[in-house]
């Protein structure tokens, strides 16, 4: 984490210096974020500010692809509106975007899963297009099952989930056993968990931190049938969908276990009060790994 503290003082100060219409708007802390610190920005904006050596880049990523593909998303998803430069005061670049309304999925439940199921998967064909040849790649995912193997075993031991620790093994193996992707790299939001997507009325309404985008394998956001979905509603997804074939379900699934297991462990971390523990993604994971077990492909 940055050793620059964040607090309302320089947000403010910050827009004083250099967007100076927008400093009289409310600010409020936003609870939660990995990478970015955010701040509510009346009503309409959110300011976005790094706290991690590797934040400025996946902003610069933000600004330049976000207003490229958000006109074609059937979702709300954060634009930037405004840059904010490095200064004496803060040394990184900094960004006003959209603010996507509605409540976390790490903090609520989506209880319409039909439709829940039918956004996500219009959702994902809408972004899901070939990428052009300047897209960014991703250096930590991305890649086929079988590259992550040593990451699942670090979170498959690390939770130690017992008495479903063989299922969720066999889950994996199928995964990495499956064909690669053999299309062209598409658009991949490449972060699809219940902390980057939003709910309204009971179903997805945004989907949020665009930061981890990536051209590759579409596999990694259909992950997020189990990930984000309540139980069944994972086949009227990929019915809807209707562009995966059996090979991505598996490599899905088995990246789906992966995410699962990942969310537990910083949920374990939370409960212990350790540095980036968060203590709701513990129940949102188990719950997702579930899911992965009780899915049967038809």
Request: glycine share 10%; aromatic share 8%; charged share 25%.
């Amino acid at each position: 984490m940055d050793s620059v503290e964040i607090d309302e003082g320089l947000v403010r100060s910050l827009l004083q210096e250099q967007h100076p219409d927008l400093a009289g708007l409310a600010i409020r802390q936003v609870l939660g974020g990995w990478d970015n610190q955010q701040w509510r920005l009346g009503d309409e904006l959110v300011v976005r500010m790094p706290r991690t050596e590797r934040a400025p880049a996946l902003q610069l990523k933000e600004r330049k692809w976000l207003p490229v593909l958000a006109p074609r998303l059937p979702l709300p998803v954060p634009t930037p509106v405004r840059i904010g430069e490095p200064s004496a005061r803060f040394p990184r670049p900094w960004t006003i975007m959209t603010w996507v309304h509605g409540e976390a999925l790490d903090h609520t439940s989506i209880s319409r899963g039909d439709h829940a199921a039918d956004t996500l998967a219009g959702f994902l064909r809408a972004l899901h297009v070939e990428a052009p040849a300047e897209a960014p790649a991703s250096s930590d995912r991305g890649g086929h099952p079988k590259e992550c193997t040593d990451g699942f075993e670090k979170f498959l031991q690390a939770v130690a989930p017992g008495d479903i620790a063989a299922d969720v093994r066999a889950v994996w193996d199928d995964a990495v056993a499956a064909p690669e992707w053999e299309g062209p790299p598409v658009w991949v939001h490449g972060d699809l968990h219940p902390a980057n997507v939003v709910v309204s009325d009971g179903t997805l309404s945004g989907v949020i931190d665009f930061g981890d985008m990536f051209a590759g394998d579409p596999a990694w956001d259909l992950a997020a049938a189990w990930v984000l979905l309540p139980t069944g509603a994972a086949s009227r997804f990929f019915d809807v969908y209707a562009l995966a074939d059996e090979a991505t379900i598996r490599r899905a699934r088995g990246l789906a276990a992966l995410k699962s297991l990942f969310l537990m462990l910083m949920g374990q971390n939370g409960d212990r009060g350790l540095p980036g523990g968060k203590p709701t993604w513990g129940p949102a994971g188990r719950a997702a790994l579930e899911r992965v077990l009780r899915f049967r492909s038809s």
